[in-house]
């Protein structure tokens, strides 16, 4: 996305980004874990909002938006294929502490992610 001329200042929470399983030859949670074993915190970002215990589907909010959006929020059914994938299979996220550093330590995520990438083979290789 280009950024909006009006923002002055960028506020970063977590560093997010896509893994192609196919493309890298092995899966999302088996590279989170060889980030983690070169000792860069990751994980796999949140649940898709809409099962977020943080927004409950009891809560007025979200029974008015459903209306709002023409349906009964009793029996409505919510079906998110994409976001469930992104979530159990493609997203990696690296928190905010990491990107406090400076030019030395992204090269050290991203010499991290390379070594991981360059391994695939041997890594989703069964146990």
Request: proline share 6%.
């Amino acid at each position: 996305m280009a950024r909006d001329p009006r923002v002055t200042r960028e506020v970063i929470y977590a560093f997010v980004f896509m893994v192609d399983e196919s493309a890298l030859g092995m899966s999302r949670n088996r590279f989170v874990r060889g980030l983690r074993a070169e000792g860069i915190p990751c994980g796999v970002a949140n649940d898709p909002v809409y099962r977020s215990a943080l927004f409950p589907r009891e809560s007025a909010a979200y029974r008015k938006a459903v209306e709002l959006a023409g349906a009964n929020p009793d029996t409505v059914a919510i079906e998110c294929p994409v976001a469930e994938r992104l979530f159990e299979r493609s997203i990696v996220s690296i928190p905010h502490e990491c990107l406090l550093g400076d030019d030395r330590d992204l090269d050290d995520i991203l010499a991290a992610a390379s070594k991981v990438a360059a391994r695939a083979s041997e890594l989703s290789a069964p146990n």
